[in-house]
């Protein structure tokens, strides 16, 4: 019992890292053992209450799950009570054997809505377009495409699910948007889970630099294509790298695998390495073959 609350923090965490707006990355900063300890508790309530404090144990969990969850610098939050779900929750349950279980598909759907409507984000708070006889619909035809795939069609539930959920949700507020900053926040020394997940967040960036100095590279090749293609003497364009190189410092070290483009010194190396071969029909080559075979050419 005790990996769920660990799997739904897991899955929280994973699909926030992997979530983005306009390149600010969303993070989950809740630790796994606070949402163990919350779970734990609530599986002792709900036994001794007989089930009656489960719309309250759910309304924790939902405020412990969206309170962590995070864009950049700013948090989302969640102000609704166990007890605007209980009496729903009671009536479900006293339905059950009359409607023959089917009323928990209303019931579920009436839930979802209440928590997109008491969820908001800075000063701004999301509202829900969708009716509970829609979401009921969506959810039975869900459960019938599981049953005769034998499960095979949770992908395009979960597709389907995320499809209504964005069409029908609206973000209304006088948030100011354009105020997100990326932040790498500190992660809890108790939870594992959380420091790794900091730390590839950390080095993700460090990680991409490489692509735009290869980017740079292959327009440097490019051009060189184009100006022998055009009959232009490519050493013109050597030359004004040798003045930049001149009146601009070089990294080293550290400091250039760090850098988005390639040094000055290296740009110029490789431009007249491949100005150099006559028989060059397209510079891409050389430049992605290993260093062994552009000493060949």
């Known amino acids: ?136 619909r969506l959810k039975l035809a869900n459960v019938c495409l599981l049953v005769f795939t034998l499960g095979f069609a949770w992908p395009w ?12 949700s609206t973000f209304t507020g006088p948030a100011n948007l354009d105020t997100l900053i990326q932040v790498l926040q500190s992660a809890s020394t108790t939870d594992f889970s959380g420091a790794m997940a900091y730390g590839l ?23 060189i294509y184009m100006l022998q293609a055009a009959g232009i003497d490519p050493q013109d364009m050597i030359a004004f790298y040798q003045i930049m190189n001149e009146k601009t410092l070089n990294p080293s070290g550290v400091w250039a695998y760090l850098s988005t483009h390639p040094s000055t010194e290296a740009r110029i190396q490789r431009l007249a390495l491949l100005s150099s071969s006559s028989l060059l029909k397209n510079p891409l080559l050389i430049l992605r073959a290993p260093q062994d075979e552009r000493e060949e050419h």
């Open 1 to 136: 019992m005790i990996f769920i609350p660990i799997a739904t923090v897991g899955a929280r965490r994973y699909r926030l890292s992997r979530t983005s707006w306009r390149g600010i990355r969303s993070l989950f900063v809740g630790s796994a053992w606070q949402y163990i300890k919350l779970y734990l508790a609530g599986a002792l309530l709900n036994v001794i209450t007989v089930g009656t404090y489960y719309p309250f144990y759910d309304a924790r969990g939902q405020t412990f799950l969206i309170s962590h969850s995070h864009v950049g610098n700013q948090s989302f939050h969640f102000d609704g009570q166990g007890r605007d779900l209980a009496k729903d929750f009671c009536l479900a349950v006293l339905l059950t054997p009359f409607a023959f279980g089917l009323n928990w598909f209303w019931h579920s759907a009436k839930r979802q809505r209440y928590y997109w409507e008491h969820t908001f984000f800075a000063e701004s708070r999301f509202a829900f377009t969708g009716t509970e006889g829609e979401l009921c």
């Open 157 to 168: 539930t979960t597709i389907r699910n995320a499809h209504f959920i964005l069409d029908h």
């Open 201 to 223: 967040e950390g080095a993700r960036p460090l990680g991409r630099l490489q692509y735009g100095r290869q980017f740079e590279e292959e327009a440097d090749a490019l051009g």
